[in-house]
């Protein structure tokens, strides 16, 4: 059954107050980029639990649309996004718990352990939406057994698995690493009723997709300075998304937008897994960005979408920005048959069957996140002109935008006082 819940339009008195919860679940989502997986195990690679995180988020959406189009399941996909930000956000308070621990934890003290998690998140999610602080308590603290977190769980262990396939061909001498491979391998198989799980686990060339959206994980963010904490392509997608989707839910979007809105913040830097991240001074100073666009569209026909299902491929390009006008950040309609640019996502465009997409405000979230990854470097004392300038520069530039009610001048003012720097 679909979960229905009444979302609070964007009037401007409405979100007055809200910049500051906002920038409270942002920070600690950014928390998931200090935190390292695999603590006990050689690893070969930086993992980070913001990088989990997202590509758990990616592996998600395929499983879902998988459920969809070849079973006809209904998935009620606000709340499966809004369960994958939980998730996110409870990861960030408990941090990398062995699975073994955290499973028994939340079996013989989830009471304890939901008081602790409200009492570290819950001040930011009230003060931003009391109904998503009323959404998050009942997620936490309910074992319900639904499609949607069945789907949330089963990414979540094939975003583990990928990660563990690698430490395995570096960890193969180790005691117990035998163990660990057949209690991952036996917990996925409990979700191969999700027909994309099956796929995904036999390295199909669905799981060819995943491996590529993975392979963001390796992409360092601004390459020229050295910053705390590491940020990758693949954990800034998902720091957008989360944000995206926030957004959306205070502007009164309906549920098509908000999805739309979720995934085009997830997979708007995708294109870059066939370019690398080209860092936007050199875009622009370099003149080439028009050139490195028209090379990925080249290499999302070529690369990307072979590994798609066909049921898939519209939609993704679309997300994309790469199905008629416009690109990624556009405010952009489609009907099913034409893709169109539009000035606003008004009232009378916000409706399921436009499929509507607030191109700009994910690009607004995309350099929300930028400046946040330099301001969160320099509050540790990493200090390079790359990132100073970054911040006076976005920083100024944003605090003349806004979307409809929405200010990010409110925002980036919260940031600097709770990052020391008024």
Not at 72 to 95: C, H, M
Not at 275 to 290: F, L, M, N, Q
Not at 353 to 365: H, S
Not at 366 to 380: M, W
């Amino acid at each position: 059954m679909e979960r229905r819940w009444k979302v609070v339009t964007g009037t401007s008195d409405r979100i007055i107050g809200m910049h500051s919860g906002l920038v409270g679940i942002l920070l600690k989502l950014y928390d998931l980029a200090y935190i390292e997986r695999w603590n006990d195990h050689p690893k070969p690679f930086h993992i980070t639990e913001l990088d989990k995180q997202a590509h758990k988020a990616a592996i998600a959406y395929v499983v879902g649309r998988y459920e969809e189009n070849l079973r006809g399941v209904k998935i009620d996909w606000n709340y499966l996004i809004e369960g994958l930000v939980f998730e996110a956000l409870q990861r960030a308070v408990l941090t990398d718990i062995k699975p073994q621990v955290f499973h028994r934890l939340l079996r013989e003290r989830r009471k304890d352990i939901n008081t602790f998690l409200i009492k570290k998140v819950g001040d930011s999610l009230k003060e931003f939406d009391p109904q998503i602080f009323e959404r998050f308590s009942s997620y936490i603290s309910t074992d319900e057994e639904n499609i949607e977190k069945r789907i949330v769980k089963a990414s979540h262990f094939l975003a583990t698995y990928w990660e563990f396939q690698m430490i395995y061909s570096v960890g193969i001498r180790f005691y117990g690493i035998e163990k660990v491979k057949e209690e991952i391998e036996d917990t996925i198989e409990d979700f191969f009723d999700l027909s994309a799980v099956h796929r995904i686990y036999l390295k199909k060339k669905t799981f060819n997709f995943i491996d590529l959206v993975g392979q963001l994980r390796f992409q360092k963010r601004w390459i020229l300075s050295p910053r705390i904490p590491l940020t990758t392509v693949l954990g800034h997608m998902f720091i957008v998304a989360s944000l995206s989707y926030l957004l959306s839910l205070k502007m009164g979007a309906c549920s098509r937008r908000r999805f739309l809105n979720f995934f085009t913040g997830l997979f708007h830097d995708l294109p870059e897994v066939t370019t690398r991240d080209v860092i936007a001074p050199v875009k622009r100073e370099a003149g080439i960005a028009d050139i490195l666009k028209k090379y990925e569209r080249e290499q999302v026909e070529l690369v990307i979408l072979p590994l798609l299902p066909d049921f898939l491929k519209s939609e993704f390009c679309y997300i994309l920005g790469f199905l008629g006008e416009g690109d990624e950040f556009s405010n952009r309609i489609w009907d099913g048959k034409r893709v169109r640019k539009v000035e606003f996502i008004d009232e009378k465009l916000n409706t399921d069957e436009l499929n509507p997409v607030d191109g700009e405000l994910v690009k607004l979230c995309d350099v929300l996140g930028a400046y946040v990854e330099a301001k969160l470097s320099l509050h540790h004392g990493i200090r390079s002109h790359h990132l100073e300038g970054a911040v006076e520069g976005i920083g100024r530039d944003l605090e003349k935008r806004h979307y409809g009610s929405i200010s990010f001048k409110d925002m980036v003012c919260e940031i600097n006082r709770r990052l020391g720097e008024e």
